[in-house]
């Protein structure tokens, strides 16, 4: 027993020395590196700069110090307030680069990897809107472009010293400022924490392609509270505010906002100067509003302020890019880029990247369902990615070991949904044997037929109802039929029990929806649509985030907040063009006054989309 | 719980003894993390390291021509606010009422135009900084904004001087985590090193070595300075305030923007109900050639 015990003390004294060696050894190699400061607490902000801004709120009209571009500066104009008592915008939280502008008290805590304890991701949660952020720090990449964003992005750190620098991309569009300064889901973040003491400067680099010509920079001091956490809590929950009709998108065409000057005459700032832009932030800039003060001139006058507050247009904004250059410049991202990827959605759903149009591809025990099928010249690499989702390898879980292709849906007939249909339909099998069959819609075949695709390719389970169902995978696919929306012959197909919506066409994150009135499309139809998913989306969240995800014709995956940024930009534009009609004006003079000018930055050459709905509000 | 037991007072007292008679161990592993902890960062190895000074010893690059981009508070800044509009500042009722009996006609009349431009106030002047180093221990900021010079003086023996003037007297310091040694010298301005590890700068996790930013920050604690204004249009600090800023060169942006970010606390028991916090931003630029200094002045307010 004695001996058993001191071979064990003898034994835990030679543990020690070793392990006093090791310690002092790590304390060899760890004297170098300094370790960070702590940012953990609960933080709450000090309003001594832009507080008009951040606390009671913006004056419409005032676009000071930032800078934007004539973009931003229309979507602005004609921005109103009773937007956001839409019921899809009245939870709408702010995006990464604006919530950090209100009020706000936020906590921040470490996540530790429990075996090594590395610091692997900072966890925030900020007080307004509920809202979460998780900062990784193990080098993991961003996420592909086609993935779905979020308010808050995704967002990895590093260390510099003391200073943590903070990446976020995949936001959502929003607002840089509350007054209708627009943000895109184009935008990145870079933010850097610096702490000394137990205050924390907040710095955040806003860079959008979009709406800025030049990234947008701007601070915030926040302060450790001695006691306890205040932080709010925010149950959103929408409710009918202002009836009115479906279609209805509250702004202001061109020349009516009665606002815009307001901010300027009440403090006595040049018109020209409050609607901001890069230069306007720069100390030469004082000499400037000297001059204009003194009733001089500014200098070259820009053009937004004539256009958007009295009437006539002048030449395109050069940092919105020459019409013509961009035409197609974010439709090329949907072009197939020689490799397909696959992305799981949710449930039984993936999206399948790269061949054309978006694929969706639903596995499961019964086999598997393809929606679209892309280009023909893709069609290899489609099959690839379905057979190794077939066989489990897009998801561990999976319990689908090499099923059949059963069914192909088609969206639409254009070639970039349908060029794969004949080569995927023999790869798969109907449970009669016969190749996997083909749904559409009953014109989508008629047009097909009529552009001489052959037999193999075409769609023969046709439907020609408003909308069929049929139950697979254990959960109940619809099929809606968009009339006349991209054509006469689109489908929406919602798997219900896994929460995912096809759009087809009439949903193109990557550029204008491409309204084909030859073959019976309208925009009114695609604002139909895009309604119709509004109505059958439904957010995870109070906060209209996630949710019901939305698989676009082209383009990233989206939620109903993506949607519904969309539909408003399809409904105003529509609006304005109406009313351009209206006053009879010629489709020149329309395409000259520029009626997508807050958009083309983002969805790139409008030329086809202002002709389509010109020609429909002439009939 | 069992008590603890003497090493000498049981069965295992001759593995006791032995491991008293093996002090070397222990004494081996304190020397081994004294000497580890306390030899300097350079100078390990041959001829003696040169004589540390403050310029030397620098964890970041402040020196150059920053411009201040306005893009808060650019209706308070850009232009001469309207009489007693002390909006986002925390005035007191005597700060208020010193605001409102603002006057700038009386102010020039007296010879104090500069009073927008003393300490409490430089940095949120539209304007350009030249920030050099006068001696091995002396760091100068010049603002083209008042033509105005301030000394931050490293040399904890120099004392303030008796006379208050617009800039006071400026101690300075590094502060932040203490340099890896081995690492390079503080990153120039304008070297090309973006923050993150590849990936277009998506990535996270530590950015490549070369790329580090090794951080450190400025702290100027300043005194004896003259009454000011913390805003062109009289809202007042004391020359009894406690002024405290932070200066910090941000890690470079993707776009190869360098900025320096000035986090300014004033905290004024006259005329302030808590410190007041400002953060000001400047951008590098590659030279002097938009430098152009003026007079203190200030504009009548536009409305």
């Known amino acids: 027993m004695h001996s058993s015990e001191c071979g064990w003390q003898t034994g835990r004294h030679a543990a020690l020395r070793v392990c006093l060696l090791h310690f002092a050894f790590c304390i060899a190699l760890a004297a170098p590196a300094a370790a960070q400061i702590s940012l953990v607490g609960d933080w709450v902000g000090r309003y001594h700069e832009d507080n008009q801004d951040r ?18 500066r229309r979507y602005a104009d004609s921005w109103d307030p009773s937007r956001v008592s839409l019921l899809e915008h009245q939870c709408e939280p702010y995006v990464s680069p604006h919530i950090y502008r209100g009020p706000l008290q936020f906590r921040i805590s470490e996540e530790h990897n429990p075996d090594t304890q590395e610091l692997i991701a900072l966890k925030q949660y900020l007080g307004t809107y509920q809202q979460w952020r998780t900062i990784w720090l193990d080098g993991r990449p961003h996420p592909p472009e086609y993935a779905p964003h979020t308010w808050m992005g995704f967002s990895t750190g590093e260390w510099h010293g003391d200073i943590l620098t903070v990446t976020t991309t995949h936001i ?29 400067s907040h710095v955040m680099i806003a860079t959008d392609p979009v709406y800025l010509t030049e990234p947008l920079i701007m601070t915030e001091e926040f302060v450790l509270m001695d006691r306890g956490n205040q932080n709010w809590l925010y149950n959103c929950e929408y409710a009918t505010e202002i009836d009115r009709p479906k279609n209805d998108v509250p702004h202001f065409l061109d020349g009516t906002n009665p606002s815009l000057k307001e901010y300027a005459e009440r403090y006595g700032i040049p018109l020209e100067a409050a609607r901001g832009g890069a230069e306007t932030t720069y100390p030469e800039y004082m000499d400037t509003l000297r001059r204009m003060l003194a009733g001089g001139t500014p200098g070259p006058p820009r053009t937004p302020v004539a256009q958007t507050l009295s009437g006539p247009r002048g030449e395109p904004d050069p940092s919105t890019g020459p019409r013509s250059s961009r035409a197609g410049s974010r439709g090329d991202k949907a072009r197939p880029t020689g490799e397909v990827h696959t992305f799981h959605v949710q449930g039984n759903v993936y999206l399948l990247a790269g061949a054309g149009a978006n694929i969706a591809v639903q596995v499961g025990d019964d086999g598997v369902v393809v929606v679209d099928t892309g280009n023909s010249q893709a069609t290899d690499k489609v099959l690839a990615a379905i057979r190794q989702l077939s066989a489990g390898g897009g998801d561990a879980t999976a319990r689908a070991v090499n099923k059949e292709i059963r069914w192909i849906i088609n969206t639409e007939f254009d070639r970039d949904h349908t060029g794969g249909n004949e080569a995927i339909s023999k790869a798969g099998r109907t449970v009669n044997g016969n190749p996997a069959a083909v749904v559409a819609h009953e014109n989508a075949a008629a047009r097909m037929a009529q552009a001489g695709v052959a037999d193999n390719a075409r769609p023969f389970n046709t439907y020609f109802e408003e909308q069929r169902d049929f139950p697979f995978n254990g959960e109940p696919i619809f099929i809606y039929h968009d009339a006349a929306a991209h054509t006469d012959a689109g489908s929406m197909v919602f798997f219900r029990r896994s929460d995912v919506i096809v759009a087809g066409d009439a949903f ?44 676009p014709g082209h383009g990233r995956i989206c939620d109903e907040a993506d949607v519904v940024e969309y539909r408003d930009m399809v409904q105003i534009v529509s609006d304005r063009i109406a009313d351009m009609v209206k006053k009879g004006m010629t489709l020149a003079q329309v395409q000259a006054a520029q009626p997508t000018l807050d958009y083309d930055g983002r969805y790139g050459d409008a030329a086809a989309f202002i002709e389509a709905i010109y020609g429909e509000k002439k009939r | 719980m069992m008590p603890w037991r003497p090493a000498s007072a049981g069965p295992c007292h001759r593995h006791s003894r032995a491991m008293k008679a093996r002090p070397p161990v222990l004494a081996f592993v304190v020397v081994l993390v004294v000497v580890v902890a306390t030899v300097p960062g350079q100078g390990r190895q041959g001829s003696p390291a040169p004589p540390r000074t403050e310029r030397s010893a620098a964890p970041i690059d402040l020196t150059g021509y920053w411009v201040s981009v306005v893009t808060e508070d650019w209706r308070w800044r850009m232009l001469t606010p309207p009489k007693g509009d002390a909006q986002s500042v925390p005035i007191n009722a005597e700060g208020k009422r010193v605001t409102e009996a603002w006057d700038l006609a009386k102010d020039n009349a007296a010879g104090l135009q500069c009073k927008a431009f003393g300490v409490g106030g430089i940095m949120r002047q539209p304007g350009r900084l030249h920030i050099t180093w006068a001696d091995d221990n002396t760091l100068k900021i010049e603002a083209d ?72 920050s400025l702290e100027v604690t300043t005194t004896a300075f003259r009454d000011g204004y913390l805003r062109k249009n009289g809202v007042p600090y004391s020359q009894d305030a406690t002024i405290v800023e932070y200066f910090d060169r941000l890690p470079p942006s993707p776009n190869g923007d360098v900025w320096l970010l000035v986090m300014t606390m004033v905290d004024d028991p006259k005329y302030l109900t808590q410190p007041f916090y400002t953060s000001t931003h400047f951008k590098l630029e590659r030279d002097g050639s938009k430098w152009k200094p003026s007079a203190c002045s200030t504009d009548a307010p536009a409305k």
């Open chain 2, 145 to 216: 904004a008042g033509t105005q010079t301030r000394l931050l003086n490293f040399d904890r023996a120099k004392h303030a001087p008796a006379e208050k003037t617009w800039q006071g007297f400026s101690v300075a310091q590094w502060v932040g985590p203490p340099r890896a040694r081995g690492a390079g010298p503080a990153p120039t301005p304008f070297s090309p090193t973006v923050p993150g590890g590849g990936g277009s700068g998506l990535r996270g996790g530590p950015p490549p070595a070369a790329a580090i930013s090794q951080g450190g």
């Open chain 1, 172 to 200: 959502k569009a929003e607002f840089f400022r509350r007054s209708g300064i627009p943000s895109s889901d184009e935008t990145t973040l870079v933010e850097h924490y610096v702490r000394h003491g137990n205050v924390l």
């Open chain 1, 508 to 551: 193109d994150t990557t550029r204008y929806p491409v309204i084909d009135a030859k073959n019976g499309g309208s925009v009114a139809g695609v604002i139909r649509t895009l309604n119709r998913i509004l109505e059958l989306a439904v957010p995870s969240k109070y906060l209209q985030e996630g949710g019901t995800y939305i698989i």
């Open chain 1, 55 to 72: 606390i009671p709120g913006p004056d419409l009209g005032d676009y000071t110090g930032l800078p934007v571009n004539d973009a931003a």
